[in-house]
Nanobody, 126 residues
Framework: QMQLVESGGGSVQSGGSLRLSCAASGFTLDYYAIGWFRQAPGKEREGFSC????????NYADSVKGRFTISRDNAKNTVYLQMNSLQPEDTAVYYC???????????????????WGQGTQVTVSS
């Protein structure tokens, strides 16, 4: 069974850091672009970061650019999201998602992604 499992969420104070992991089981991530999405209370889910299947291409939304870094270790079948300088507006449930890609690109449109994790809560207090 193909699964994505997020971990690493938690509660931090403003200015703090967290590292999220997205681990795949039942399939290899080598051929998949991975996206990170989040949904804050009362808001729609938004895509904010993605990484191509090789890791050579990344995209970030302006809201996280310069603070968040996405990376992947295909040998460990895991994608990471390092989040620094966290702010209360980063509070949300964070999801990773995967889509098979022939070309080595990624996008932030959630409709493009086939497989989703269950999400992990990130809470940032001021």
């Amino acid at each position: 069974q193909m699964q994505l499992v997020e971990s690493g969420g938690g509660s931090v104070q403003s200015g703090g850091s967290l590292r999220l992991s997205c681990a795949a089981s039942g399939f290899t991530l080598d051929y998949y672009a991975i996206g990170w999405f989040r949904q804050a209370p009362g808001k729609e889910r938004e895509g904010f970061s993605c990484i191509s299947k090789s890791g050579g291409g990344t995209n970030y939304a302006d809201s996280v650019k310069g603070r968040f870094t996405i990376s992947r270790d295909n040998a460990k079948n895991t994608v990471y999201l390092q989040m620094n300088s966290l702010q209360p507006e980063d509070t949300a449930v964070y999801y990773c998602a995967a889509v098979p890609r022939v070309i080595d690109l990624c996008g932030l449109s959630q409709g493009s992604y086939n497989y989703w994790g269950q999400g992990t809560q990130v809470t940032v207090s001021s």
